[in-house]
């Protein structure tokens, strides 16, 4: 048992000495009867937000308005909500609006699946009122209640469905995976970011290629970007840990598609950055890579796009471990290990300066990376006036 587990106890404990009820719920009673580690500890409460704040000493409002009070007294910080059901819903989407209760049972019957939907108590009693325990032994992802009408409440859980059985190779239980067959697309009325996000953990499951699957299967991939449908065997051994990494492979399966991908998943600056450098060093992988490949590559990056050229079928001339090998054998690591600067090249010639130093600087990180000329000082005044020089 962990120490954000722990300190939810204690804050149950307190929260119980002022004469409220308090439990763990979702997440971690389910990852607590898996044996699997528990992230995120939730906390939920009979008090309203502002008793649970005259509780506590410090306390954070990270999302008063649906209940939620970030607690940091125990040395953990741990998300107390109050009992909640979600009111009315409108456009397939999540509400807004929610509405505190004073019972559980309301609590977690606004649940998504059975096995989130279990509560622990400080005695150490698992309520479990739609047979959560039971599906967790027969590896079931079971919506709580009719699969239809929970999926047009919200219909992001029709994708919680597929990463949950991504992440611990649940099966979807029948009534449940035919109600997204039918309902696949209210999927549009979700926000990206939303879809982004559970996307983004189905990259990162044990069981990827399941949930790819799954996504076919249940019509889901034809709201997304990408064709899936007909890509799905090139998925088969695909693992990582970065959903980065996944982003990037769906891009390289397809090319056309690459501006939309990152539209529709909202990637980042940064994501696409690395991507871009994933598409780029696996093109320039058909004709081998340069030394200005591995220069200006991080290891990630072309260890990415060597495994996606393998996994294409691609005849390589090396093997994977030659990468780093290769690039850690480079006589230049970074820019700033040129033993030359712009002052150097200045004291060396009569002109001005101006742009021609980026110019020369960068060709002698080129003259030193292809083994033309050694990274030292004399040896690149001799390499500027004989040959920069002369041919600029
Ligand atoms: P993870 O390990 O990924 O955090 P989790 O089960 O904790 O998994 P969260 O998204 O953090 O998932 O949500 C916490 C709990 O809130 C869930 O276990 C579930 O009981 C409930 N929940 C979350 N999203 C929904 C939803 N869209 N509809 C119904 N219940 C939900
Ligand atoms: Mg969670």
Not at 262 to 268: E, G, H, I, Q, T
Not at 343 to 351: A, C, G, K
Not at 382 to 387: G, H, S, T
């Given at each position: 048992v962990n120490k954000e587990w722990q300190a939810a106890l204690r804050v149950i404990d307190k929260i119980e000495h002022s004469g409220f009820e308090a439990v763990i719920v979702g997440g971690a009673v389910r990852d607590h009867l898996l044996q699997r580690s528990v992230n995120d500890v939730d906390v939920a409460t009979s008090a309203l937000p502002v008793e649970v704040k005259e509780i506590f000493s410090s306390t954070v409002d990270v999302g008063i308005e649906h209940g939620t009070v970030l607690v940091l007294d125990e040395g953990e910080p741990i998300e107390v909500t109050t009992y909640r059901t979600e009111g009315t819903y409108s456009d397939y989407r999540r509400p807004e609006?929610?509405?505190?209760?004073?019972?559980?049972?309301?609590?977690?019957?606004?649940?998504?699946?059975t096995i989130n939907a279990m509560a622990f108590t400080k005695e150490g009693t698992i309520i479990d009122l739609y047979g959560g325990k039971e599906d967790i032994d027969k590896k079931i992802i079971r919506a709580v209640g009719d699969p239809n009408v929970r999926f047009r409440e919200d219909a992001l859980r029709m994708l919680r469905a597929i990463r949950f059985g991504a992440q611990l190779g649940f099966s979807i239980e029948e009534g449940t995976l035919k109600a997204i067959q039918m309902d696949s697309d209210l999927i549009d009325f979700i926000a990206n970011e939303r879809i982004s996000m559970e996307m983004s953990k189905i990259w990162k499951s044990k069981y990827v290629y399941y949930g790819l699957q799954l996504l076919v299967e249940t019509n889901l991939s034809k709201f997304l970007v990408g064709q899936l449908e007909d890509q799905l065997e090139h998925w088969r051994t695909f693992k990582t840990e970065d959903p980065v990494v996944g982003w990037a492979y769906l891009c390289l399966l397809n090319r056309q598609e690459v501006q939309n991908i990152?539209?529709?998943?909202?990637?980042?600056n940064k994501e696409k950055t690395y991507i871009r450098k994933v598409l780029s060093a696996f093109d320039s992988l058909r004709q081998n890579w340069t030394a200005m490949d591995y220069f200006i590559n991080e290891l990630d990056?072309?260890?990415?796009?060597?495994?996606?050229?393998?996994?294409?079928?691609?005849?390589?001339?090396?093997?994977?471990?030659?990468?780093?090998?290769?690039?850690?054998?480079?006589?230049?690591?970074?820019?700033?290990?040129?033993?030359?600067?712009?002052?150097?090249?200045?004291?060396?010639?009569?002109?001005?300066?101006?742009?021609?130093?980026?110019?020369?600087?960068?060709?002698?990180?080129?003259?030193?990376?292809?083994?033309?000329?050694?990274?030292?000082?004399?040896k690149l005044k001799?390499?500027?006036?004989?040959?920069f020089i002369d041919e600029g």
């Open positions: 609006e929610v509405a505190f209760v004073r019972n559980l049972e309301e609590d977690l019957q606004r649940r998504d699946f990152a539209d529709f998943y909202r990637l980042s990056v072309l260890e990415a796009a060597y495994d996606f050229a393998q996994w294409q079928n691609f005849r390589l001339p090396f093997k994977k471990e030659k990468i780093q090998e290769i690039k850690n054998n480079l006589p230049l690591q970074s820019v700033d290990q040129l033993a030359i600067n712009g002052n150097h090249l200045m004291s060396w010639s009569t002109r001005k300066r101006g742009p021609w130093i980026k110019v020369a600087l960068d060709a002698a990180i080129i003259a030193v990376l292809n083994g033309y000329v050694k990274n030292d000082e004399e001799e390499w500027f006036i004989n040959d």
